[in-house]
């Protein structure tokens, strides 16, 4: 897929510098464009929506990464993922 090769390209995203703010634009400015062009013209099945999702939320994840709770180190679950995207 080509959004991939888009992401890993850039390494600003992996930086440890960079804010999770500007990672966020990097993605919704550079990776996200990428990944949808062309979109007016596609016929999505269930399975590339679900591919599409899928992309999303590991690009997501990359960026927010895990969160700590009780000691133990977890991922984030797809609902707080998309509580922390979505307010």
């Known amino acids: 897929m080509i959004g991939?090769?888009?992401?890993?390209?850039?390494?600003?995203?992996?930086?440890?510098?960079?804010?999770?703010?500007s990672k966020l634009?990097?993605?919704?400015?550079?990776?996200r464009p990428v990944v949808t062009y062309?979109?007016?013209?596609?016929?999505?099945?269930?399975e590339e929506e679900r591919a599409l999702a899928v992309f999303k939320r590991k690009i997501l994840l990359k960026i927010y990464g895990p969160v700590k709770e009780n000691k133990l180190w977890r991922i984030r679950r797809n609902d707080k993922l998309e509580a922390i995207i979505n307010p």
């Open 4 to 21: 991939n090769k888009a992401y890993y390209a850039n390494k600003l995203v992996n930086s440890r510098i960079i804010s999770r703010n």
């Open 38 to 46: 062309g979109s007016e013209s596609w016929t999505l099945t269930m």
């Open 25 to 31: 634009q990097i993605y919704r400015t550079l990776v």
